[in-house]
């Protein structure tokens, strides 16, 4: 690592450069799609929509949940069998958006955020 007097670097403070040891342990982490979209209608039954999830073993037990942006009570989730499974029962025509989270309980720097969109049409 080179210790610099000035932004080009053309004159270095003594003792530099500078050895500094560095270990870097690089860990799988937990990984699913950014972006999620859901297109329903208003007069539409409850349905499921599964998201695979990839989580190492590392991670142990997570918590998935659903921070609704535009009041989405309607929507649901959870982790089952290496999937979010997300529900959504019936609702009013719009857009809804929600940030959908999962997270080891054990470790916090394993974990996952996507972007839920929900475009809801008016029943007809």
Known sequence: MLICRDAQCESHYPGSPLSVPLHVTVIPNIYMQREISLARR??????????????????????????GRNDAPALSARFVDGAIEISAQRMRAG???????????????????????????AAG
């Open 42 to 67: 208003e007069d539409d039954a409850a349905s499921v929509l599964r998201i695979p999830v990839e989580v190492p073993a590392a991670a142990g037990p997570v918590e998935v949940s659903l921070r």
């Open 95 to 121: 857009t809804y958006q929600a940030v959908l989270s999962i997270a080891s309980v054990r470790d916090p720097r394993l974990h996952a955020q996507a972007t839920l969109i929900c475009v809801v049409s």
